[in-house]
């Protein structure tokens, strides 16, 4: 075994030994079978760990990764996870999650050539494409890279509603309300993109104003930089 194997091995000790000496029965508690209200969708990345960024023990949110936080139709494991956290855990949230300087979003954005994973971020290259007049509209790379990171947030939680489990959730009236937020790597602080839907029903018009909202932020950043001296 490699030095820095035997690193993580004496890390994962000192970690089991301290939080034990802090809380003796977190292990204990952690036996017990897990009840999460919440399913955490989100991105592979691993400066965006969920259970730190809310502050929350680990059996208190279950959670999905992918690169881009990507809700794809055809990604039977994406949709594994969520049939297991709606239909047997009985979540009642699930919250897509992306964050602004997603690399994957940045490489769908640019056209960059990766590899294997180029395909996969052909799903977010597509919301590119949908809102391309709009994004090309904007100041600069960045302010396009972080509109991206919005948007990609809002289709897929609008394709989180589109799931057979979602929707077969709504239509036995069990409660399930989809989100969609995005975290700030420069601060660590989660924004609510007001994508927030509890039924079938409310899913268009929450797209709509979800995204007519994160236009009109960006309209209003645009006209304080032209109003500002030098603008």
């Known amino acids: 075994m490699s030095r820095d194997l035997d690193e993580l091995f004496d890390s994962n000790r000192r970690w089991a030994a301290a939080t034990t000496a802090r809380d003796p029965g977190f292990f204990t508690r952690l036996l017990a079978q897990q009840t999460p209200q919440y399913l955490w969708i989100g991105c592979s990345d691993s400066r965006v760990p969920a259970n730190e960024i809310l502050g929350l023990l680990p059996g208190d949110?279950?959670?999905?990764?992918n690169v881009a936080n990507v809700v794809a139709h055809g990604d039977l494991n994406a949709l594994?996870?969520?049939?297991?956290?709606?239909?047997?855990l009985k979540v009642r949230h699930v919250i897509v999650v992306g964050h602004y300087g997603c690399g994957g979003v940045r490489a769908a954005l640019l056209d960059q050539r990766i590899g294997i994973v180029d395909n996969w971020l052909r799903n977010v290259q597509d919301v590119?494409?949908?809102?391309?007049?709009?994004?090309?509209s904007l100041a600069g790379e960045d302010e396009r890279?972080?509109?991206l990171c919005e948007l990609?947030?809002?289709e897929q939680a609008y394709n989180v509603c589109q799931t057979t489990v979602v929707q077969d959730a709504w239509a036995r009236g069990q409660q399930v309300v989809v989100h969609g937020w995005v975290y700030g790597l420069h601060n660590g602080l989660l924004q609510d993109l007001k994508m927030t839907v509890?039924?079938?029903a409310e899913v268009g018009a929450a797209y709509g104003l979800a995204l007519g909202a994160m236009k009109e932020r960006y309209a209003r950043r645009r006209r304080a930089a032209d109003r500002?001296?030098?603008?």
């Open 128 to 136: 590119r494409n949908h809102h391309r007049t709009w994004l090309d």
């Open 152 to 154: 990609n947030v809002l």
């Open 61 to 65: 949110v279950f959670v999905h990764r």
């Open 145 to 147: 890279l972080q509109a």
């Open 80 to 88: 594994s996870v969520m049939q297991f956290a709606v239909d047997g």
């Open 228 to 231: 500002a001296p030098g603008g």
């Open 198 to 200: 509890a039924s079938l």
